[in-house]
C-alpha cells in the first residue's frame, strides 16, 4: 500500500486515482457484460460444495435464517456475483501490538468460471494502539478465458514502528524506532503467451515521507544521512507460470514468478538502482477430502545499487506481507533476501468449517556491506483455519510462530498465506 515533493502531491495522487479507476471499470465492466448472459452454463463446482462443506455463514444461518436457502450451488459463482468475506476482529500481532481489523476479500468470476480463474480483491484496513493505520488493496483480475492478468497493489500507511538495522545479525535489543508514511502504487497487465504462462509490464512506485528515527543506534540516519523522503519509481517487467484456479486456497498448482524492476532517477526514483524477484510455490493434494495439502514457498530478492532504507529486501515485505511468521515485520534487512518455507494443511472438521496448519520458515539476508549469507533464521508454528465463504474457498487465518531469540507472536490473514 525523490519525486520533487510538488510534483509528486499532485501527480502521484491524480496517477493512483487514475489507474485504480481504470482497474474497477475494466472488472467491473466485465462482470457487467457477463452478467447478461443468462445461457451459460456453470460446470466448474468446487470441492467445498461438492462434499457439501460448511461456512460461518452456514452457522449463522441456523440461528438467524439471514442466508437464503440455496436452491442451486452453482448459482452462487455466476460471472459478476461478488463472493464476500468480511471479518472484522481484534487482535494482536507483533508488529501492530493491538489491533482493530476488517478483514475482508472480495471473489468473482469475470467470465464462465470452467476458462477463467477466480479473481480477488483484498482489502484489510488496520488501525493499531500504536496509532498504527493500514489501508492496502491488493488485486488480482482474470478476464475471460485468463487471456489478460491485472495486477494491482496501492497502499497507505501511517507507520510507527520498529527497525533493526542491517544484516542477520542484529539483536532484538539493537532497535530504534522509527515513524514513516508510506504510499505504495503499482499496476501491471500479464498477457497470455501458452497456457498458464504470462508476460507482461507495469509501474511501480514506493513513497516513503515524514521519515523520523529515534534511539541510540541510529541505523536508517547511518544509512541515509538522514533523508526524510525516498522514492522508488520505475518500471517493472514481470514473467509468469500460474496453473492456479483459486489464489485463496490453492490446491494441486505450481506458481513461478520472475520479476525485474528498474528505478530510475529520470522518472522520480531517488536513485537508479534494480530488483531482480525469484519466487517459487508448489502446492501437492495428498487427500482429495479430508482437504489435505503439503505446500512450499521459495521468494527471493537482489538488489543492485544504492537502494532506499525502507525498500530493501526484509521480513515480512514481500507483497502481500506474510513471510517470516514468528517474527516481526521488518526483523532482518539486507540488500539481498533468500526465503523458504512450507506448510501442512488438513481439515480438522470433515465439513471443513474448521481447519489447522503447521508451519516451518527459514530466512537469511547478507551481512551489510557484505553479500555472504552468513545466518540462518528459523520461525515455526500452527495455525487454525475458519471457513469464511466455501463458494470462494476462503480461511481467516490465524497462525501462532515462534523464531529465533525469544521472537514469537500472532498473525492474521483472509486467504491461505500462500
Not at 442451486?72 to 463472493?83: F, M, T
Not at 488485486?139 to 478465458?145: N, Q
Not at 506481507?321 to 481439515?347: A, H, K, P, V
Request: glycine share 8%.
Amino acid at each position: 500500500m525523490s519525486i520533487r515533493r510538488k510534483y509528486f502531491k499532485n501527480s502521484g495522487v491524480l496517477g493512483f486515482t487514475l489507474l485504480i479507476s481504470i482497474q474497477v471499470f475494466t472488472s467491473f465492466y466485465t462482470t457487467a457484460q457477463t452478467r447478461k448472459d443468462s445461457t451459460i452454463f456453470i460446470k466448474k463446482i468446487p470441492d467445498s460444495i461438492r462434499y457439501k462443506q460448511e461456512d460461518v455463514m452456514d452457522i449463522i444461518t441456523k440461528v438467524t435464517k439471514l442466508r437464503d436457502k440455496e436452491t442451486v450451488d452453482s448459482e452462487n459463482l455466476v460471472p459478476g456475483k461478488i463472493l464476500v468475506s468480511i471479518f472484522p476482529a481484534v487482535g494482536y500481532s507483533l508488529s501492530n501490538g493491538v489491533t482493530f481489523i476488517l478483514a475482508s476479500n472480495f471473489s468473482f468470476y469475470t467470465d464462465n468460471p470452467n476458462t477463467t480463474n477466480l479473481s480477488v480483491i483484498s482489502f484489510n484496513p488496520l488501525y493499531s494502539l500504536k496509532q498504527q493505520f493500514i489501508a492496502p488493496v491488493i488485486s488480482s483480475i482474470w478476464l475471460k478465458d485468463n487471456k489478460i492478468n491485472l495486477l494491482g497493489d496501492y497502499r497507505f500507511y501511517q507507520y510507527p514502528s520498529l527497525t533493526y538495522g542491517l544484516g542477520g545479525k542484529r539483536l532484538l535489543s539493537q532497535s530504534d524506532s522509527v515513524d514513516y508514511s508510506y504510499i505504495k502504487v503499482s499496476q501491471e497487465a500479464l498477457y497470455s503467451i501458452t497456457h498458464n504462462l504470462y508476460a507482461g509490464a507495469g509501474y511501480n512506485l514506493d513513497y516513503h515521507y515524514n521519515i523520523q528515527e529515534f534511539g541510540d543506534s541510529h541505523q536508517y540516519n547511518r544509512y541515509t544521512n538522514g533523508a526524510t523522503i525516498t522514492s522508488s519509481s520505475g518500471w517493472v517487467g514481470r514473467l509468469k507460470y500460474d496453473s492456479r484456479t483459486n489464489i485463496n486456497n490453492p490446491k494441486d498448482a505450481s506458481y513461478f514468478n520472475l520479476v525485474y524492476r528498474d528505478n530510475l532517477k529520470a522518472i522520480g526514483s531517488t536513485g537508479n538502482w534494480q530488483e531482480v524477484d525469484v519466487e517459487y510455490r508448489k502446492y501437492v493434494s495428498l487427500l482429495k477430502h479430508p482437504s489435505n495439502v503439503l505446500a512450499f514457498w521459495s521468494w527471493n530478492e537482489f538488489t543492485f545499487g544504492k537502494v532506499p532504507y525502507f525498500d530493501l529486501p526484509s521480513t515480512g515485505w514481500d507483497e502481500y506481507s506474510n513471510s517470516g511468521r514468528g517474527y516481526i515485520q521488518g526483523r532482518f534487512r539486507g540488500t539481498d533476501i533468500l526465503y523458504d518455507e512450507g506448510e501442512y494443511r488438513f481439515d480438522i472438521l470433515r465439513n471443513g468449517l474448521l481447519g489447522g496448519v503447521l508451519f516451518c520458515n527459514a530466512e537469511s539476508v547478507p551481512n551489510y556491506p557484505y553479500h555472504n549469507f552468513a545466518v540462518i533464521h528459523v520461525g515455526k508454528g500452527i495455525g487454525l483455519r475458519i471457513k469464511l465463504n466455501k463458494y470462494s474457498d476462503t480461511n481467516l487465518c490465524i497462525d501462532y510462530g515462534w523464531g529465533d531469540g525469544g521472537s514469537q507472536g500472532f498473525s492474521f490473514n483472509v486467504g491461505e498465506v500462500f
